[in-house]
């Protein structure tokens, strides 16, 4: 990438340039932290149940549910202040509360502090992956974008295929509360590495107010843009069918379906396919544009949605045709997730904070509460699961109708188009 000079923002931080390599590295890393507080425990959700007396199997899943619930509430406040006082300013302040909340996990005395201290972090962590998403629109536009989220994901995707792992064998060597000092220190690393080396990318010029008329007047123009709304709302039911099956996979695929001690690695594989999807979507995005890939994943996502709830429907299912089936529908979800953030986020430049958030918060919180009710609907079965995929599929591609006014594989944006308005300034 070539590097264009502008005026030095506010509390830049750092002066010297990022790599594409060293770029991507960080944002994927910034926004693992909030996927290492919710894959790495997946496996110690017995452990917790046993450890803390629960009586109810499913409490578990709140360990993960709580989480996600208020990383979804919390999307909604740090794109605005990064719009006022900067990316990096957050983006530090939020590692830090990442940290300090492990330590409160760590030593949490009753299943009601722990419940405290996840939902704390998880409104810590919605930074976590807010910030990645607006410093990338400080950055790129349009299907560039999509290509640079694409290895964002890629990378980012490495944290699904080794964190259940780690948490595995955290547990065959100590307790589930060393999980949360594995959490920590990996919090003080990202901490150190941006420290060091992000630059503010919050162009001066594109300073906002604290005002909360201003603030709501830009989520207002975010909620209302025709192009974009679809996008975002699509996201969130999407969203909502991974949530389901994330609270409820260990009891799924652990215990209904016997993989037992497997099921890290069965869950690392299926992410480990998925980064794969990521890798070819950054390939083929700028040939193919962001709308013609993520439609044509999305009416894929369908029809394996529905074939899949038909054998779940025989009783025939079992975990070999379960993981394969689930692992590519999930890679569909890898082609619509990048391709519909960087498309919602298009038409927003001087408001990409503020435009972050409210989409953020709207594809987490919505997808927290509504995969949290698909993970307690859990019968012993992947029907629920795979119901709700079906149904996210139906209503999504109602929705990216509505956007694209009833037409489908449009190409907006010809092959390399990059709208100049920002360059990718500090990046080389």
């Known amino acids: 990438m070539s590097s264009s000079p502008q005026t030095e923002p506010e509390g830049a931080g750092p002066r010297f ?41 499913n409490q578990r899943q709140l360990v993960v549910g709580v989480f996600l619930i208020c990383a979804g509430l919390g999307s909604l406040f740090p794109g605005s202040l990064s719009d006022r006082f900067g990316r990096r300013k957050v983006v530090l302040t939020s ?7 492990s330590f409160l996990c760590a030593i949490a005395g009753s299943f009601t502090l722990l419940l405290v201290a996840r939902a704390v972090m998880g409104l810590c962590s919605a930074a976590l992956m807010v910030m990645p998403m607006t410093i990338l629109r400080d950055r790129f536009e349009g299907d560039r974008m999509a290509r640079t989220q694409s290895m964002i994901a890629m990378t980012f995707m490495v944290v699904p295929m080794i964190a259940p792992l780690l948490g595995q064998t955290v547990l065959l060597v100590a307790g589930w509360r060393w999980i949360f000092g594995i959490m920590g220190v990996a919090a003080v690393l990202v901490f150190g590495w941006a420290f060091l080396r992000l630059p503010e990318t919050l162009r001066p010029e594109y300073r906002q107010r604290i005002d909360p008329v201003a603030i709501v007047t830009n989520m207002g123009l975010a909620l209302r843009e025709r192009a974009a709304i679809g996008y975002f709302l699509g996201a969130a039911f999407i969203q909502a069918a991974i949530f ?60 394996l949605s529905v074939a899949h709830l038909a054998l779940a429907f025989s009783g025939k299912e079992t975990l070999a045709s379960f993981v394969p089936i689930m692992t590519l529908t999930m890679c569909m979800m890898s082609f619509i997730g990048a391709n519909f953030q960087a498309i919602s986020l298009q038409p927003f430049a001087r408001i990409a904070g503020a435009a972050a958030s409210v989409m953020a918060f709207v594809r987490m919180s919505f997808g927290s509460i509504i995969g949290s009710l698909i993970g307690q609907a859990y019968d012993g079965t992947p029907r629920p699961i795979i119901g709700a995929m079906v149904a996210a599929g139906v209503i999504t591609l109602s929705l990216v109708l509505y956007s694209e006014r009833g037409k489908l594989f449009r190409r907006v944006n010809p092959p390399g188009y990059y709208a100049g308005k920002i360059p990718p300034q500090g990046i080389e």
């Open 244 to 303: 389901g099956y994330l609270n409820s996979a260990q009891q799924l695929v652990g215990e209904h379906f016997a993989a037992g001690t497997m099921f890290p690695l069965v869950f690392g594989a299926m992410a480990l396919v998925m980064a794969g999807t990521n890798f070819i979507n950054s390939r083929i995005v700028v040939r193919f544009g962001a709308r013609r890939v993520s439609h044509a994943a999305l009416v894929c996502y369908l029809v």
């Open 17 to 57: 340039a990022l790599s594409e390599f060293e770029f991507v590295a960080m944002m994927a890393s910034i926004q693992a932290l909030q996927a290492v507080a919710i894959d790495i425990m997946l496996p110690a959700l017995g452990a917790i149940s046993k450890d803390l007396h629960l009586v109810d199997p």
């Open 95 to 101: 590692i830090c509360g990442y940290l300090l909340l």
